[in-house]
C-alpha cells in the first residue's frame, strides 16, 4: 500500500514537472515571438512615415520576419500541447512560412543592390531606385517563390489520397509534401537561391569596398551594412538546415530529445528574426529615438526620414 502510493506520488511529481517544463519553455518562446513582433510592428510603422525604397525594402523584410516568426511560434507551441495536427491546416501553415523564408534572402540580395547603386552609381540612384521599380521588384519576389511552391501543391493534391488531407501528422515540411522528386526539387532550389544571393553580397561588397577607399563615409557604411546582410543571410539559411541540426544534436545527446528540440527552435526560429530590428532598427538613430518613446510611454511624433 505504503509503495503503492509512494510509487503514484512519484508519478504525479514527474507529471507535474513535465507540465512546468512545457509551460515554461512555450511561454518563453510565445514571450520572445510577441517582443520581438512588438519591436518589428514599431519599426514598420516608423519607417512607413516616409516612403522610400530604402525603407519599402526594410519594411517588406521586417514584415515577412512577423509573418513567419508568428508561423514558426504557432507550429512549435501546437508541437507540444497536442503534436500533431491536421494535415490541411499544416500544408497552410507551412506554405505561409516557406513564402516568407524564401522572400526574405531574396530582399536581403535587392537591398544590397540598393546599396551599391547609392554607393557606386549616385547619379543614378534617383532614375534607377524609385518607389514603384521597388514595388514592381517585391512583386516579382513574391511570383517567383509563388512558382517555386506551386509544384509542391499540385503534386501532392494530385498524388495524395483524400484521406491524407484528413489525417493528423507532426507539422513539418516533409510530412505534408511527401513525394521524393519535391524534396530533391527543394533542396536544389534551396541551394541555387542561396547561391545566387551569396553572389550578390559578395559582388556588391567587394564593388563597395573598393569605393570606400577614394568615397565618403558613406561607402563605409554602406559596406558595413552588406556585412551584416551576410550575417542574417547566414542566421536564415539555419532554417534550410532546421532537421540536420535537430538529427545531429540528438545523435549527440539521445536522452534530451525534448531540450535538443526546444533549443534548435530558439536558434533557428528566434534568433534569425532578432537581427532584423537589431540591425536596421536598435541601429538606426531615428528609429531608437521613435522605440524610447513608444517604451517610455511617450507620443511619437511624425518624423522625417
Known amino acids: 500500500m505504503n509503495g503503492s502510493g ?19 519553455k512555450n511561454a518563453l518562446t510565445i514571450g520572445l515571438c510577441v517582443a520581438i513582433n512588438y519591436i518589428n510592428a514599431v ?25 513567419l516568426l508568428t508561423m514558426l511560434t504557432l507550429i512549435h507551441v501546437l508541437s507540444y500541447i497536442v503534436y500533431s495536427i491536421n494535415v490541411s491546416l499544416c500544408i497552410l501553415l507551412a506554405m505561409i512560412g516557406t513564402y516568407s523564408s524564401m522572400s526574405n534572402p531574396m530582399t536581403l540580395a535587392v537591398m544590397a543592390i540598393e546599396c551599391y547603386i547609392a554607393i557606386c552609381h549616385p547619379l543614378q540612384h534617383s532614375r534607377m531606385c524609385t518607389v514603384k521599380k521597388t514595388y514592381i521588384v517585391i512583386a516579382c519576389i513574391w511570383v517567383m517563390c509563388t ?11 494530385a498524388t495524395e489520397s483524400p484521406e491524407f488531407f484528413h489525417s493528423r501528422v507532426f507539422c513539418v515540411r516533409d510530412n505534408v509534401f511527401r513525394d521524393q522528386h519535391l524534396m530533391e526539387k527543394t533542396d536544389v532550389s534551396n541551394a541555387v537561391l542561396l547561391v545566387v544571393v551569396w553572389g550578390v553580397l559578395l559582388y556588391t561588397y ?3 569596398l573598393f569605393a570606400a577607399q577614394s ?6 557604411k554602406a559596406r558595413n551594412t552588406i556585412l551584416l546582410h551576410s550575417f542574417q543571410l547566414t542566421l536564415s539559411m539555419l532554417i534550410f538546415v532546421k532537421g540536420l541540426i535537430g538529427e545531429g544534436l540528438i545523435f549527440l ?15 533557428v526560429n528566434i534568433l534569425p528574426r532578432l537581427v532584423t530590428p537589431l540591425v536596421y532598427g536598435v541601429r538606426d538613430k531615428i528609429f531608437r529615438k521613435y522605440l524610447k518613446q513608444h517604451l517610455f510611454g511617450g507620443k511619437g511624433n511624425k518624423i522625417d526620414l
Do not use: C, W
Request: glycine residues 4%; proline residues 4%; charged residues 15%.
Open 6 to 24: 509512494l510509487g503514484g506520488n512519484s508519478t504525479s511529481q514527474a507529471a507535474r514537472g513535465e507540465f512546468s517544463s512545457l509551460f515554461l
Open 43 to 67: 519599426l514598420v510603422h516608423t519607417f512607413t512615415l516616409n516612403l522610400n525604397p530604402r525603407y519599402i525594402l526594410y519594411i517588406h523584410l521586417v514584415i515577412n520576419d512577423i509573418i
Open 147 to 157: 512558382f517555386s511552391l506551386l509544384p509542391d501543391l499540385s503534386v501532392t493534391l
Open 206 to 208: 567587394f564593388k563597395i
Open 215 to 220: 568615397v565618403s563615409s558613406d561607402a563605409k
Open 253 to 267: 545527446f539521445p536522452k534530451n530529445v525534448m531540450a535538443v528540440r526546444f533549443a534548435v527552435a530558439l536558434l
